[in-house]
Structures are given as structure tokens and as C-alpha cells.
């Protein structure tokens, strides 16, 4: 069965949608060591954001058009509310015991969650999201499908763009800075309250782009679409190594491929049949997890910091 | 001043995500009016409203309270007002079994429709044995229910005297399918998926056994978890597999979203499955992908029943939410042996509700034998129901098709 380069494929593409949401993740912990918990959410809201453009647009409207709207509303929706968490529910906690914003956290991510549930028109169901035209496309034995091809574009041409960003621009040096030692950062005249929100921006602009690709490659979008991509894009970021935003990316692609063989494969080794199969993927990507923590707790790209929990 | 912003943040946030949740649960005991002469006897319904399989759970319920709504307007008990008390049972079954209480220790319920899943059934049987309350099922269809976990080798035990249904067991369901995808459709090379929940992993089980009996050949197995969104890897291998059907067992919320990526692909594998899917909204959100696939549902269609014209027109014209097309005819006629059991228990007690109304209304709705909308309705002596038919349904031009309808002799 000639199925590995396929399965390889898929892994890559659920891969690097985990790295695309990984990265609001790793970002904000990389400036203020917070793990903002609700940030599947804020992936969640931005799906629905560009659901909500779409449902606006014209009916037969063409995706050319579309998409680019749609990555914009959902954008928007998700930076507000990425920015919005930030201003109201983590500034007043920053300085105060980490346990406390984690919290909140988790709190914002059930009421961001419950608010799209019930306010949101028929959320209960799967909402049907918009595909693009065309396609499934061959190359060799794998086969790619439109909402793939704009994964497989959108995740490395998002991931340039930020690199030269953190590395190039006044406000990325700023934000290195920050990452690196925020007091000395604010007393050499850098307003660290401006740097962390853009880094919520990102992660929320990030999640957006993240939220229109899964749309487009599940086909639906749900309420509670952001509890499990979350979680894993959670495992993707520590997989990398946490504050490090090639680290997410890479993370992500090494969890969904790992998923993916894991399914396709371990369910083909001898004694093993019980323990293959869609139904362990997760279980599978917690042990590959479990297993870089234990060989190298900083994570992959990470580097090891001795006095920072 | 740090301190007290905390204070109020955490509390703003503690009280709405509470708030919120607490939307979640629903009361349809609004109305009161006021006691006086008529009695009020309450049926409880519990099904998912919310959440996963709450399109066929909100036809359930709405499928009850037109039944009630009915028996009030046409005096159907004089002298008693019916009232339904709906639960919302997440699909989940320790919530189901929660609600097994709640309903059990309110006094005025006297009868429960449901629940919509019989993974959810398993946890609540007990609950409603103990309090003698008998509890009608229009959906749930893992044959261990009403004949015991070794029904399969022909050791018949019923465990649980309060518990029917008015829909048919996946024994019919599973076989009336196979021998349709292998005598009809001709299909020799089957991948079976299943969700393992009780009924999907039951009817999948069910299935495969009688594909290979009719001469099939598995070509490949797998399973998913409820929830799950990103099958690119099992349609992959179904598509790989050679398989000329894929058959699922489970709902409607994983299925209309593993034919679409199956479609995806590029693979034109028809997906077949059981009543769990058989909804609208399986087709509605599959879109394209769902054309041809198959699906199986207890009883005959809904809307050729001349019997269950009123109910549909009832049901569009009060705009309830939910797919009533699935269970909501046996939802009535479950709500209606119960209504009827009332009437018989309080016509053998010169008119009045017994003290024992409870244990006497189990043995009255053993005894029901009238027409319902979707059928014949009748229990034989382990709580199923003597109404056999099955109906094999595919997508045709957006929409369900009957194309065969009959029964099966599981043997």
C-alpha cells in the first residue's frame, strides 16, 4: 500500500496548522511567561469571525475575493479579543502569583467558549464553512486537497513574514528585549506594555489564519473547536521548545506527523492492533511529548534557562 | 487597589462563565396553572438539547410535547393537564444518569421519554427501576438494553422491567443494512469504522458479522473517537484499503465530516450507516459529499405515514428546532403509551391517580396496543417493540430517499 508519502502529507499539513496556533502560545509566553489557556479560543472566535464575513458576502461570490475578506474579519475578531483578554484580564494580574492569570485563563476560555454556544446562531451544530474550488490535486501518489494548499501556503509564508519581523523591525528588537529582562527593557525607554499587546496581537492574527485553514480543511467550524486544536497546539509549542517561535513551528509539524504515522502505522505492528487507529492519536502525540520532556525538558529548540520556571 | 481589580476580575469572570453555562439547562415548566381542579401528571424527557446529537435530541423532545399538547387540547385524560419536563442529557452518560434522579424524585413525573443514546440508556435503567418509573426510548437501539449482555448468544435476559422502546434493535437494524449493501448494492469489500460507544460499536459489530455471512470480505477496521475533526489520516487508509463501501457506526456529528474529507480526496466510496445519521443535518453540513451515501432508519419514513401528516404540519408550523424525521414519530407514540397507560391506570381506580401510580403505569404500558403515527405500538416481554420495519434511506439531490423498506429476522 503505497500510502506512506500520503500519510507524511497529512501529517504536514494537520502539522502545521498546529504550529500556526502554536505560535500565539509560545509568543506570550515568551514575553511574560503566562500560558494563555484561552488562546484555542481565540483560534475558535477567529473561524467564526470569517464564517460571519462570508455569511455577509453576496451570495456566489467568488473565494478570490472572499478569503482575502475573510481572513481579514476573522483577524480582526481575533486580535480584538487577543488584545482585549490582554488588557482586562491579565494586565491587572501581571505581578501577581502565576497561578492566579492561569486562572483566568481558563475562565476566559469557558466564557469565550459558552458566549459563541449561545450567542452565536446555530453554534450548537457544526457550521458549514466555505471551500475553495478545484482540486483534489495529484503529485505523485499523494493527494492534496484545496483547503491543504492554502495551509501548506499560508504557514511558512506567516512564519517568514514574523521572522523578519522579530528580527528586522524597531518593535521585534523591542520585543526581544522584552522576552529577554522586561525591567531593564522598560528602563532603556521601551513601553513593555505596548510590546506584550502586539505579542497578543500576533498570537490572535496567527490564530485567525490558523481559524480560516482549519475551516477549510475540516470543513466545519464548531464552538468547541478550540478545546482539542488548543491542547495540541499547546503540546506543539513545549514540543519545541516555549518562547521559541521557530520552535512552535517546528513542534507542530514533528506532533502531527507523529499523529499521523502513529494512526497509520502502530495498529500494523505486531500485538499492537488494540492500540492503532484514529481513536490513539491523541495518545500517541501525549507520549511522543512525554518522551521529549523526559530526553530534553527544554524541548527541542529551547534553550536551557536555569533560573526560570 | 491591585488587589481589588483582581478581586472584581475574577469574580466577573467566575459569575459569567457560570451564567453562561447555567443557560445551557432548560425548563419547560414555565406555565403554572395554579392547581385547582385538574391534576398535573409531568412527563420527563432527556436527550442531548445541546451539544453533540442535539439536532435529533431536540426532535425528541419537541416530538414529546406535541404528544402532550394533543392529549391536553383533546381531553384525551379528563380531569389530568400533562406537562413535559425536558433534561438535557449532553450525550453524556453521567449526566443522563443525573437526570435519572432529578426526574425520579420529582413526584409528578410519572413517565420518561427517552434517552436518545443508548450508551446514555445504560446509566439510567437502574435509576428508573429502583423508583418503579418506566422509561420508553424512541431511539435507542443496542439490543443488550431489553435482552441483556448475551443477547448474542441467544441467552435472552430482560434486567430491567421498566424499560421499553419504540424503536426497533440494531440486530434488525445491522442485518436489514448488510444484506442490503450485499444483495442489493452488490458491495464486496467493506471498511468499518466505528465510534466505540454502544450503539455505534454494537451496530458496526452487527454489521460486519452479517456482511461476511452474505459472502464480504473486511478489508480494513478502524475507530474514532466522538469529537474528533481531522480524519485525513483514516480516509487515507480507506481510500487505500480497496474498499468499496465504508460502513460507520455511530452519529451524525463524525460521519458527515469523515465522508467529506473521503470525498475530499477524491475517493468515491459510498458511506452507509444507521439511524444515528439518518438527519438532515448530516446532509446539510456534508454538503456534495453526502450524495449517495446510505443510511438506515428504524421504522418507515415520517412523512409517507398518513397517520403522521398532523404531526409534521404541527411540527413546521410551531417552527421547533431539531429533526423531527428521525425519532419524533416514535417520541409521540412513546409519549402517547404513556399518556394512554394513564388513562388505564386511572380508569381502573374509579377515575383518580392510585398511590402506586408509578409500578401500576409499568404494567399498564407493557399492555399498550394501539396505532400510533409510526406504527403499531406494542411491547413483546423483553420492552421492545413488536414494530419490526426498517427503512434503507440514500442521499439523492440533497436529500433523503426511502429506497427500500421491509424487516429482517435477526434469528
Redesign the interface.
Known sequence: MHTLPQQLANGLFLGSLYGLIAIGYTMVYGIVQLINFAHGEIFMTGGFGALTVYLALPDGISMGIALPLMLLGGALVAILIAVGAERFAYRPLRGAPRLAPLITAIGLSLALQQAVFNWYPDAKNDRVFPQIPGGPYHLGSITIQTGDIFLIIAAPLSMAALAFFVRLSRTGRAMQATAQDPDTAKLMGIDTNRIIMIAFAIGGLFAAVAGVAWGLKIGTVKYDMGFQAGLKAFTAAVLGGIGNIYGAMIGGVVLGLAEALATAYIADIPGMQQFGGQAWSTVWAFVLLILVLLLRPQGLLGERVSDRA | M?HR??LI??TA??A??LT??A??SRDNNGKNDGGGEKKTVVIGVDAPL??QN??TGLGLQYGVQIAVDDANKNNTVPGVTFKVKALDDKALPATGQQNATALVGDDKVLGVVGPLNSGVAQSMQQVFATANLVEISPSNTNPALTQGKEWTTGKKVRAYKTYFRTATTDAVQGGFAAEYATRTLKKKKLFV?DD?QAYGAGLATIFKQNFVKNGGKIVG?????T????????V??V???GADLLYYGGQY?ES??IT??LK???ANIPLFGGDGMFTP?YI????KAAEGDLATSVGVPVDTLPAAKDFIEKYKSAKYPGDYATYGGYSYDAATAIIKAVKAVMDANNGKLPDDARAKLVAAVQKSDFEGIAGHVSFDRYGDTTNKKLTAYQVKNGKWVAIKTGTYNAG
Open positions: 491591585r481589580s483582581l476580575l475574577t469572570v467566575t459569567g462563565a453562561l453555562s443557560c445551557g445541546t451539544g442535539s439536532a469504522v466505540k477496521e478502524d475507530h474514532v473517537n469529537g474528533d475533526k481531522d480524519f485525513s489520516t483514516l487515507t487508509k481510500k487505500n484499503s456529528d458527515q465530516i467529506k474529507q475530499g480526496t477524491g443535518t446539510k453540513t456534508a454538503g
